[in-house]
DNA sequence: GTCTATAACGAGATAGAC
DNA sequence: GTCTATCTCGTTATAGAC
């Protein structure tokens, strides 16, 4: 016996990284066997390593392609030139981007450890990236008067901590609705810039 | 062949939970065998089960023992009557509290979906019980008239993620000293209460 | 009685030959 | 794909040293 049916490699391909995503954020990496994401994806274990060389790369891939959809959704979004509208902007992008990506942020931050040194570097490269551009934010708001920051470098830091966090909690049908949460959010990230 | 020395439970307790924090940091809980554990210990696998009654257990003690340390510590911390005044010593608390104790704060977030479902309860009940006190602060602020809150409930989660966050990132000897590093998060925090 | 080394179990993963 | 031998896992049983 050998396949049951014709070429599905465009089918499968995605449906490893999505297996693999899921059982990652749910039991850990170092947890879940080939077998395992095999077994989900409804081939043999030999078959995964046509869509990955190793159970290293595919999470490395996870994590790669996690921050390059970023960086795409967030080109797809308006920038305003002011310095406060954009920090707004950024900061709703940011909370609906992650929210619809829990599995992928949970693994991004908690298996850094089991990147290959080269892979970790890539990862934080891409991050410090991201970061950079509310850096950039932050910056040209002080340059205009507009923020009252101490340290733009901690600022962001600290800012990217508090809304990544709503991931931990927040669930569809809760007690508010997105958008309200949202502009507590927005407020509270002005407040922390110093504007009023 | 049985035992090489005297009595040695008071001293090898503490070595099993510091092995088993340093390794399920580091790994992951799933990845660290309790074979692993012994050898860091110094001491054969069946050994451990004088010590916890099986590995889930284990994993839970330093869950629960990491929330009641906060609590005792906090406890030993002075509580100012004034609002602003018990923010400002919350943020440095929590700060000075969770860096001593990286490892733990990281275990204690990453590794809840490895708890059985009542010991997660337990520690869920506890982590509320610490926001709660939070929470509390916000609310005397608002009440007088201090504090500018449109939700109190989720200003502390986002306070909370703000501030462990920095667990993430800070590094002895870093660019700047840790005085003047909580100095800004008091400054952030106060920012998103709406205090200018 | 207290503590630990040793050995072993059954389950599941793994590696390699076919 | 499949079979098989081997490894590793959490855990238990037991017996010997303090």
């Not at 014709?6 to 990284?17: D, I, Q, W, Y």
């Not at 305003?80 to 619809?100: G, M, N, Y």
């Amino acid at each position: 016996m050998a396949r049951k049916q014709g070429s599905h490699a465009e089918t499968t391909a995605p449906k490893v990284r999505d297996a693999a995503l899921r059982l990652f954020a749910r039991h850990g990496y170092a947890a879940v066997s080939m077998r395992q994401i095999a077994q989900e994806v409804g081939v043999q274990a030999g078959a995964l390593y046509r869509y990955t060389p190793d159970k290293q790369h595919l999470l490395f891939d996870l994590m790669r392609s996690h921050m390059e959809a970023l960086f795409e959704a967030r080109q797809a979004y308006a920038q305003p030139s002011d310095p406060l509208a954009r920090l707004d902007a950024f900061t709703t992008f940011h909370i609906r981007f992650h929210l619809q990506r829990v599995d992928a942020v949970f693994v991004s931050y908690m298996e850094l450890r089991n990147l290959s040194p080269e892979n970790f570097a890539e990862v934080a490269r891409l991050r410090s990236r991201y970061e950079g551009e509310l850096e950039a934010i932050l910056r040209d708001g002080v340059a205009a008067g507009v923020f009252e920051i101490a340290d733009c470098k901690i600022t962001t830091l600290a800012i990217i901590a508090m809304l990544t966090g709503l991931t931990t909690w927040y669930r569809e049908g809760g007690r508010l609705p997105l958008d309200e949460i949202t502009a507590l959010y927005v407020r509270m990230v002005r407040g922390a810039v110093g504007v009023v």
